[in-house]
Protein backbone atom coordinates (compact mmCIF):
# COMPACT_ATOMS: atom_id res chain seq x y z
CA UNK A 1 0.00 0.00 0.00
CA UNK A 2 1.36 3.36 -1.04
CA UNK A 3 -0.99 5.68 0.96
CA UNK A 4 -3.66 5.94 2.79
CA UNK A 5 -6.48 8.40 2.96
CA UNK A 6 -7.01 10.01 6.52
CA UNK A 7 -10.32 10.82 8.40
CA UNK A 8 -10.28 14.35 6.32
CA UNK A 9 -9.87 13.15 3.07
CA UNK A 10 -6.47 13.96 2.85
CA UNK A 11 -3.78 11.31 0.67
CA UNK A 12 -1.36 10.35 3.11
CA UNK A 13 1.83 8.60 1.38
CA UNK A 14 3.82 5.61 3.47
CA UNK A 15 7.44 5.71 3.52
CA UNK A 16 8.34 2.38 2.30
CA UNK A 17 5.13 1.59 1.37
CA UNK A 18 3.62 -1.04 3.42
CA UNK A 19 2.95 -4.41 3.31
CA UNK A 20 -1.08 -5.52 3.51
CA UNK A 21 -0.69 -9.20 2.85
CA UNK A 22 2.54 -10.97 3.03
CA UNK A 23 2.28 -13.82 0.34
CA UNK A 24 2.25 -16.65 0.15
CA UNK A 25 -0.16 -16.78 3.42
CA UNK A 26 0.17 -19.83 5.99
CA UNK A 27 -0.95 -19.74 10.06
CA UNK A 28 2.54 -18.61 11.84
CA UNK A 29 3.64 -16.30 9.25
CA UNK A 30 4.79 -12.35 10.56
CA UNK A 31 5.78 -9.79 9.42
CA UNK A 32 6.28 -5.82 10.43
CA UNK A 33 5.82 -2.27 9.27
CA UNK A 34 8.03 0.58 10.57
CA UNK A 35 7.77 3.64 8.74
CA UNK A 36 5.92 6.50 8.36
CA UNK A 37 2.80 7.96 7.46
CA UNK A 38 3.41 11.83 6.49
CA UNK A 39 4.87 13.35 9.21
CA UNK A 40 4.12 10.49 11.85
CA UNK A 41 6.24 7.36 12.86
CA UNK A 42 4.19 3.74 12.55
CA UNK A 43 5.13 1.21 14.03
CA UNK A 44 3.15 -2.42 13.08
CA UNK A 45 3.42 -5.95 13.50
CA UNK A 46 1.56 -8.93 11.97
CA UNK A 47 0.66 -12.16 12.33
CA UNK A 48 -1.52 -14.74 10.90
CA UNK A 49 -3.03 -16.44 13.64
CA UNK A 50 -5.57 -19.01 12.08
CA UNK A 51 -7.21 -20.55 9.09
CA UNK A 52 -11.11 -20.37 9.59
CA UNK A 53 -14.22 -19.54 8.58
CA UNK A 54 -16.13 -16.66 8.44
CA UNK A 55 -19.84 -15.35 7.40
CA UNK A 56 -20.24 -12.04 6.18
CA UNK A 57 -22.94 -10.11 4.35
CA UNK A 58 -21.26 -11.31 1.12
CA UNK A 59 -21.43 -14.87 2.02
CA UNK A 60 -19.53 -17.42 3.68
CA UNK A 61 -15.87 -17.71 3.15
CA UNK A 62 -12.55 -19.84 4.34
CA UNK A 63 -9.91 -16.98 5.23
CA UNK A 64 -6.80 -16.42 7.15
CA UNK A 65 -7.12 -14.37 9.83
CA UNK A 66 -4.55 -12.15 10.82
CA UNK A 67 -4.16 -9.81 13.64
CA UNK A 68 -2.20 -6.60 13.87
CA UNK A 69 -0.93 -4.72 16.84
CA UNK A 70 0.20 -1.06 16.30
CA UNK A 71 2.61 0.60 19.31
CA UNK A 72 3.15 4.09 17.34
CA UNK A 73 1.51 6.63 17.10
CA UNK A 74 -1.15 5.64 18.93
CA UNK A 75 -2.17 1.99 20.05
CA UNK A 76 -4.37 -0.03 17.88
CA UNK A 77 -5.16 -3.54 17.37
CA UNK A 78 -6.41 -5.14 14.03
CA UNK A 79 -7.59 -8.14 12.47
CA UNK A 80 -8.51 -8.85 9.32
CA UNK A 81 -9.81 -11.88 7.43
CA UNK A 82 -8.35 -12.49 3.96
CA UNK A 83 -9.84 -15.07 1.73
CA UNK A 84 -7.76 -16.42 -1.07
CA UNK A 85 -8.94 -15.16 -4.99
CA UNK A 86 -11.41 -12.73 -3.59
CA UNK A 87 -9.30 -10.44 -0.84
CA UNK A 88 -10.34 -8.81 2.66
CA UNK A 89 -13.66 -9.76 3.58
CA UNK A 90 -13.60 -8.43 6.90
CA UNK A 91 -11.71 -5.67 8.89
CA UNK A 92 -12.13 -4.59 12.37
CA UNK A 93 -9.61 -1.60 14.28
CA UNK A 94 -9.80 -1.16 17.53
CA UNK A 95 -8.38 1.58 19.32
CA UNK A 96 -7.47 2.36 23.04
CA UNK A 97 -6.52 5.36 25.62
CA UNK A 98 -3.63 4.38 27.43
CA UNK A 99 -5.24 3.61 30.67
CA UNK A 100 -6.70 0.57 28.44
CA UNK A 101 -10.33 2.39 28.10
CA UNK A 102 -11.84 1.91 24.39
CA UNK A 103 -11.93 4.50 21.94
CA UNK A 104 -12.75 3.30 18.95
CA UNK A 105 -13.63 0.37 17.13
CA UNK A 106 -14.48 0.15 13.68
CA UNK A 107 -15.90 -3.06 11.52
CA UNK A 108 -15.93 -3.57 7.86
CA UNK A 109 -16.97 -6.21 6.02
CA UNK A 110 -17.60 -7.02 2.45
CA UNK A 111 -21.31 -7.10 1.16
CA UNK A 112 -21.82 -8.32 -1.93
CA UNK A 113 -18.58 -10.23 -4.42
CA UNK A 114 -15.98 -8.40 -6.08
CA UNK A 115 -17.23 -8.23 -9.42
CA UNK A 116 -14.42 -7.73 -12.72
CA UNK A 117 -15.59 -5.24 -15.01
CA UNK A 118 -15.00 -5.54 -18.87
CA UNK A 119 -11.52 -4.37 -19.85
CA UNK A 120 -12.66 -0.69 -21.98
CA UNK A 121 -11.92 -0.27 -25.39
CA UNK A 122 -9.14 1.63 -26.27
CA UNK A 123 -9.19 4.81 -28.58
CA UNK A 124 -9.98 3.80 -32.43
CA UNK A 125 -6.75 5.02 -34.31
CA UNK A 126 -8.85 7.12 -36.45
CA UNK A 127 -8.58 9.57 -33.13
CA UNK A 128 -5.14 11.29 -32.85
CA UNK A 129 -3.29 9.39 -30.48
CA UNK A 130 -2.79 11.92 -27.45
CA UNK A 131 0.04 10.04 -25.17
CA UNK A 132 3.22 7.53 -26.10
CA UNK A 133 3.64 5.63 -23.10
CA UNK A 134 6.67 3.06 -22.32
CA UNK A 135 7.91 1.39 -19.23
CA UNK A 136 11.36 1.26 -17.93
CA UNK A 137 13.65 1.02 -14.68
CA UNK A 138 14.51 4.81 -14.62
CA UNK A 139 13.26 8.09 -16.26
CA UNK A 140 15.56 7.97 -19.37
CA UNK A 141 16.46 3.88 -19.60
CA UNK A 142 15.57 1.91 -22.54
CA UNK A 143 11.61 0.85 -22.78
CA UNK A 144 11.03 -2.80 -21.29
CA UNK A 145 8.45 -4.95 -20.88
CA UNK A 146 10.10 -7.58 -18.47
CA UNK A 147 11.19 -7.02 -14.65
CA UNK A 148 12.81 -9.07 -12.05
CA UNK A 149 11.38 -9.20 -8.86
CA UNK A 150 14.38 -7.18 -7.02
CA UNK A 151 13.68 -3.83 -9.32
CA UNK A 152 13.59 -1.19 -6.76
CA UNK A 153 11.51 0.96 -9.50
CA UNK A 154 9.42 0.70 -11.95
CA UNK A 155 8.76 3.93 -14.14
CA UNK A 156 5.73 4.68 -16.12
CA UNK A 157 6.82 7.07 -18.74
CA UNK A 158 4.54 9.19 -20.74
CA UNK A 159 4.89 11.98 -23.68
CA UNK A 160 1.52 13.96 -24.56
CA UNK A 161 0.34 15.14 -28.37
CA UNK A 162 -1.91 17.53 -28.74
CA UNK A 163 -3.46 17.30 -25.02
CA UNK A 164 -5.53 20.16 -24.18
CA UNK A 165 -4.31 21.97 -20.94
CA UNK A 166 -5.71 20.72 -18.29
CA UNK A 167 -5.83 17.58 -18.84
CA UNK A 168 -5.90 14.73 -16.54
CA UNK A 169 -3.38 11.96 -16.92
CA UNK A 170 -3.38 8.89 -15.21
CA UNK A 171 -1.61 5.37 -14.83
CA UNK A 172 -3.44 2.10 -13.55
CA UNK A 173 -1.18 -0.45 -12.21
CA UNK A 174 -3.25 -3.84 -12.50
CA UNK A 175 -1.89 -7.28 -11.69
CA UNK A 176 -3.18 -9.85 -14.52
CA UNK A 177 -2.60 -13.10 -12.76
CA UNK A 178 -0.14 -13.11 -9.92
CA UNK A 179 -1.27 -16.55 -7.83
CA UNK A 180 -4.41 -18.07 -6.56
CA UNK A 181 -4.17 -15.49 -3.72
CA UNK A 182 -4.91 -12.53 -5.71
CA UNK A 183 -8.16 -12.12 -8.40
CA UNK A 184 -7.20 -11.51 -11.63
CA UNK A 185 -7.42 -8.31 -13.01
CA UNK A 186 -6.16 -6.97 -9.32
CA UNK A 187 -5.77 -3.64 -9.33
CA UNK A 188 -2.36 -2.53 -7.11
CA UNK A 189 -2.41 1.65 -7.02
CA UNK A 190 -2.74 4.58 -9.49
CA UNK A 191 -1.19 8.26 -10.21
CA UNK A 192 -2.10 11.33 -11.64
CA UNK A 193 -1.15 14.10 -13.46
CA UNK A 194 -2.13 17.14 -15.12
CA UNK A 195 -1.04 18.47 -18.16
CA UNK A 196 -0.22 22.06 -18.54
CA UNK A 197 1.00 22.27 -21.90
CA UNK A 198 0.08 20.15 -25.09
CA UNK A 199 3.05 18.21 -25.38
CA UNK A 200 3.63 17.86 -21.30
CA UNK A 201 5.43 14.53 -20.50
CA UNK A 202 6.19 12.44 -17.24
CA UNK A 203 6.49 9.60 -15.20
CA UNK A 204 4.97 7.79 -12.63
CA UNK A 205 6.73 5.31 -10.32
CA UNK A 206 5.75 1.73 -8.55
CA UNK A 207 8.52 1.66 -6.01
CA UNK A 208 9.21 -2.16 -4.94
CA UNK A 209 7.33 -3.81 -2.21
CA UNK A 210 9.59 -4.97 1.21
CA UNK A 211 9.35 -8.71 -0.13
CA UNK A 212 10.01 -7.60 -3.71
CA UNK A 213 7.41 -8.24 -6.81
CA UNK A 214 4.96 -11.09 -6.74
CA UNK A 215 5.89 -13.13 -10.44
CA UNK A 216 3.42 -12.99 -12.98
CA UNK A 217 1.95 -11.07 -15.70
CA UNK A 218 0.89 -7.03 -15.13
CA UNK A 219 -0.12 -4.41 -17.09
CA UNK A 220 -0.28 -0.70 -16.87
CA UNK A 221 -3.55 1.05 -18.61
CA UNK A 222 -2.99 5.11 -19.62
CA UNK A 223 -5.87 7.59 -19.16
CA UNK A 224 -6.22 10.90 -20.33
CA UNK A 225 -9.45 12.60 -18.94
CA UNK A 226 -10.74 8.92 -17.37
CA UNK A 227 -10.32 7.96 -21.11
CA UNK A 228 -8.49 4.89 -21.67
CA UNK A 229 -6.05 5.54 -24.26
CA UNK A 230 -2.84 3.15 -23.90
CA UNK A 231 -2.16 -0.08 -22.28
CA UNK A 232 1.33 -2.06 -21.76
CA UNK A 233 1.81 -5.28 -20.84
CA UNK A 234 4.47 -6.35 -18.67
CA UNK A 235 6.02 -9.71 -16.85
CA UNK A 236 7.93 -9.91 -13.65
CA UNK A 237 10.36 -12.65 -13.23
CA UNK A 238 11.57 -14.52 -10.14
Partial sequence: CWARINLDGQLIKLNPPQTMIAA????GAAW??????????????????AEEDIQVPAGKFHA????????SPSRMT????FASG???VKDETTMRAANGDLLQRISLELMELPKTMARPEVKSDAIPKQLSVSLAKDRSGKPLTTFSSNTPEIYARWQGQRLRKGAKVKAVWIAENIGEDFPQD?????ASAVAETPHAHGAFTLVRPEDGWAPGD???EF??????VDAVKMKILP
Avoid at 24 to 27: C, D, G, Q, R, T
Avoid at 223 to 228: F, Q, S
Fill in 24 to 27: PLKK
Fill in 32 to 49: DFNGRAGELEVRQHYDVV
Fill in 64 to 71: FRIHGEQT
Fill in 78 to 81: IDRW
Fill in 86 to 88: IGI
Fill in 186 to 190: YKIDE
Fill in 218 to 220: YRV
Fill in 223 to 228: YVDDVL
